[in-house]
């Protein structure tokens, strides 16, 4: 596609649910960051896809947060058993692969709103 | 650990006058890219322009342009003939160059433009 898809772009649920949220990268981009963005607050890494490595989840808060990513492409954030201080915007970002060469910027969906009430 | 720092929670700027967004950072690194990201209202993030850190001239994107002082640690973020479609959240970020890794982000600074 044009740009990262993020859906969906706002959820709520309740307290101790699970949660499922899609991003899909930018076509041919190998790398996949999610982000997590509460009130007031930048951007917290969470976690980073890259091709066929083993996952960078050092950014993860809990082993309550998980995420995959198939076949090199979409990827999905799950948050189990939800509590209230989940609330806030998750964000996806892709780029090139290349390392040093490239440069290689980082392009950001609009972000799924998640609201545990 | 790298850190970014943004010490200004807010800014207002007047229609068509000059602003500058403060950003200070700490790495051990030498090599390194360092962003400055606009956030709108829609959430999304835009990249605004960005800076290597192996290259001593300032980058500038139209009416964008940063000051960029390796010794100091220190990547402020020029605006001029501010726009209404300026108004934003802006994040200044710093990036490992030498492997894709994350970005480390500052917590923002509001940017008002008034009427």
């Known amino acids: 596609g044009a740009g990262v898809s993020q859906s969906p772009s706002n959820k709520v649920t309740e307290k101790g649910k699970d949660v499922e949220l899609r991003c899909d990268p930018i076509?041919?981009?190998?790398?996949l960051y999610w982000y997590r963005q509460s009130l007031g607050q930048g951007l917290e890494f969470l976690i980073y896809f890259q091709g066929n490595s083993a996952p960078d989840k050092s950014g993860l808060p809990s082993d309550r947060f998980s995420a995959e990513r198939t076949g090199g492409s979409v990827s999905t954030l799950t948050i189990q058993r939800t509590q209230q201080e989940d609330s806030a915007v998750y964000l996806c970002a892709s780029s090139l692969a290349g390392g040093a060469s490239g440069g290689n910027i980082q392009y950001f969906g609009a972000g799924t709103r998640l609201s545990v009430l | 650990a790298q850190t970014v720092t943004q010490s200004q929670p807010e800014m207002s700027v007047q229609e068509a006058e000059t602003v500058t967004l403060s950003c200070t950072y700490d790495?051990?690194?030498?090599?390194?890219?360092l962003f400055w990201y606009k956030q709108p209202p829609s959430r999304q993030m835009i990249l605004v322009i960005r800076?290597?850190?192996?290259?001593?001239q300032n980058a500038t994107e139209n009416r964008f342009s940063v000051n960029f002082q390796k010794a100091a640690k220190s990547f402020s973020l020029k605006i001029s003939d501010s726009q209404l479609g300026d108004a934003a959240m802006y994040f200044c970020?710093?990036?490992?160059?030498?492997?894709?890794?994350?970005?480390?982000f500052g917590k923002g600074t509001r940017l008002h433009i008034l009427p």
């Open positions: 970020a710093y990036r490992n160059r030498n492997r894709d890794d994350k970005i480390i």
């Open positions: 800076q290597e850190a192996y290259k001593q």
């Open positions: 076509s041919g981009h190998t790398a």
């Open positions: 790495t051990s690194e030498s090599d390194y890219y």
